[in-house]
T-cell receptor
Framework: AQSVTQLDSQVPVFEEAPVELRCNYS??????LFWYVQYPNQGLQLLLK??????LVKGINGFEAEFNKSQTSFHLRKPSVHISDTAEYFC??????????????FGKGTHLIIQP | ETGVTQTPRHLVMGMTNKKSLKCEQH?????MYWYKQSAKKPLELMFV???????ENNSVPSRFSPECPNSSHLFLHLHTLQPEDSALYLC????????????FGPGTRLTVL
């Protein structure tokens, strides 16, 4: 079955500093990859997605991610964070081998904490 | 209404109660999903419907019963739940199950006493 690993449960960063949130997935076959953000007491909002094509994907709010097939990674980056970026970030994958092919498989999430 | 809506937003129920969660999508999508989000655990896919037909049941206990009367509405009927079923239940929709992004509702926060 597909699995997603977000190594950091919590990442503290100073405001205006760069940040990288790490995501690795298990499948070596073609997959679709997503990053979602969840603000307190809200549902999930899509930040960006990789379906095919360019390995560098740009999303909303200045975020970008790079798909690396050889390392099965899809790390999320932002060059300069703001207080409003404080939230929970989830990496998700769809496709590949194993069951659950119709839905998304999520990582445990990374809590991004922006310090003034 | 726009996007994906869920009602109620909060629900407290006893273990012997029967209640239902409702999800409605206003996006013209054909696939709908239920996910469970528990503290300190990844989001878990529960059920998938595509064109009103259930395509996936991710080994969910029978005390959770989904219903999809049309492509715009999805229900989750609850009965004889356990305290460990307390969680945020999220509904999502997508154009279909073949790929692309899923759009999520705000969730229903369920507490089982």
């Amino acid at each position: 079955a597909q699995s997603v690993t977000q190594l950091d449960s919590q990442v503290p960063v100073f405001e205006e500093a760069p940040v990288e949130l790490r995501c690795n997935y298990s499948s070596s076959v073609s997959v679709y990859l997503f990053w979602y953000v969840q603000y307190p007491n809200q549902g999930l909002q899509l930040l960006l997605k990789y379906l095919s094509g360019s390995t560098l994907v740009k999303g909303i709010n200045g975020f970008e991610a790079e798909f690396n097939k050889s390392q099965t990674s899809f790390h999320l980056r932002k060059p300069s964070v703001h207080i409003s970026d404080t939230a929970e970030y989830f990496c998700a994958v769809k496709g590949g081998s194993g069951g659950g092919a119709d839905g998304l498989t999520f990582g445990k999430g990374t809590h991004l904490i922006i310090q003034p | 209404e726009t996007g994906v809506t869920q009602t109620p937003r909060h629900l407290v129920m006893g273990m012997t109660n029967k209640k239902s969660l409702k999800c409605e999508q206003h996006l013209g999508h054909n696939a709908m999903y239920w996910y469970k989000q528990s503290a300190k655990k990844p989001l878990e896919l529960m059920f998938v419907y595509n064109f009103k037909e259930q395509t996936e049941n991710n080994s969910v206990p029978s005390r959770f019963s989904p219903e999809c009367p049309n492509s715009s509405h999805l229900f989750l009927h609850l009965h004889t739940l356990q305290p460990e079923d307390s969680a945020l239940y999220l509904c999502a929709s997508s154009q279909d199950i073949s790929g692309g992004e899923q759009f999520f509702g705000p969730g229903t926060r369920l507490t089982v006493l």
